[in-house]
């Protein structure tokens, strides 16, 4: 049973240690920043193609990893499983929201705007707030990363406390945004500062 | 006659510890690749804390014993070389897993 416990103990290290390094954190700051610079220059046909925040978020991830992380702590590969969790959790995400898009669109064809996207949308904070908050909670589930989490209660406070104390949005989503990069720096910084890099190579 | 045949039995159980895993240094590599898929050494390294030297002494051994794949390749014209348990190697693991288990369990308090 000790072995079993240490073998997963083993494990959480690596996979923890690996994810120490603040890179998630910096590319969830980065995407938050450009909703926050889309909404304050109002220059919603940015919004129209969101995609490409995803997908430089993506590169900066990608990127960074490379020339940060893994030259710092080496490389490894995860089994399968994880790969496949996080690969779930994107799919259901995007099946979800293309058919909650759907609906609405649907009945806002058919018969005007239905009553519970008026709701969502009066409410905007309270619906924007928990849809954020269920994206940090699936990232954490996904990459097992308990600060995550403690992201997702952060933004659910900010939010419900906007919905009582009006500010433009932007306001908080760059308060969200700031907070999570600070804490991707510090993270960062301490990770280079505990890894340096490694300039020897050696073959077996 | 039967607990001579019970302490036949313990012995028989410790002398079947795989030895070439048994070694902490080994041990400790084994694990650590038990619960990846594969990895590099510097990734070995700073997660055991072992030397560079003593991480090639040990992964050669296990390399012959046929516990370890060793593939070498280039990337960004730089020599790398990533390292995975073999089949064997899993197979030889979780039976050294069983057998520890067993050995400890089988101790009087």
């Not at chain 1, 109002?42 to 995803?54: A, E, K, N, R």
């Not at chain 1, 690969?87 to 058919?99: E, I, K, N, P, Q």
């Not at chain 1, 419900?160 to 700031?178: E, K």
């Amino acid at each position: 049973m000790n072995q079993k416990i240490n073998l997963k103990e083993i494990e959480r290290k690596a996979y923890t240690s690996y994810h120490q390094d603040g890179v998630i954190d910096i590319t969830i700051a980065f995407v938050i920043f450009i909703f926050s610079v889309i909404m304050l220059g109002d220059i919603y046909w940015l919004g129209s193609i969101g995609g490409i925040s995803g997908f430089l978020s993506l590169l900066l991830y990608a990127g960074a990893k490379k020339f940060l992380t893994v030259p710092r702590i080496g490389y490894v590969k995860f089994p399968q499983q994880r790969a496949q969790r996080i690969t779930a959790v994107a799919v259901a995400l995007g099946v979800l929201s293309f058919v909650a898009g759907t609906v609405a669109l649907i009945q806002t064809m058919a018969q005007g705007t239905p009553d519970w996207l008026v709701l969502l949308i009066e409410n905007y904070m309270l619906t924007i707030g928990t849809a954020v908050a269920a994206l940090f909670m699936l990232a954490g589930y996904a990459f097992k990363t308990k600060r995550i989490y403690a992201y997702a209660l952060m933004t659910l406070v900010m939010f419900v406390a906007g919905h009582f104390i009006y500010f433009p949005l932007y306001y908080y989503l760059t308060a969200l945004g700031s907070v999570i990069l600070a804490c991707g720096l510090f993270l960062m910084i301490r990770f280079v500062r505990k890894y340096p890099k490694v300039t020897e190579t050696v073959d077996a | 006659m039967n607990s001579s045949k019970t302490s036949d039995d313990e012995l028989n159980a410790i002398q079947n510890i795989n030895k070439i895993i048994h070694e902490p240094a080994r041990l400790l590599l084994m694990a650590h690749l038990f619960v990846v898929e594969s990895a590099d050494f510097l990734f070995l390294q700073r997660q055991t804390g072992l030397t560079w030297g003593n991480i090639s002494s040990h992964l050669r051994k296990l390399e012959n014993a046929g516990y370890v794949a060793v593939e070498k390749e280039f990337i960004d014209k730089k020599p790398h070389t990533t390292l995975k348990l073999t089949d064997k190697g899993r197979k030889a693991f979780k039976e050294y897993r069983k057998s520890m288990k067993q050995v400890f369990e089988d101790l009087p308090e």
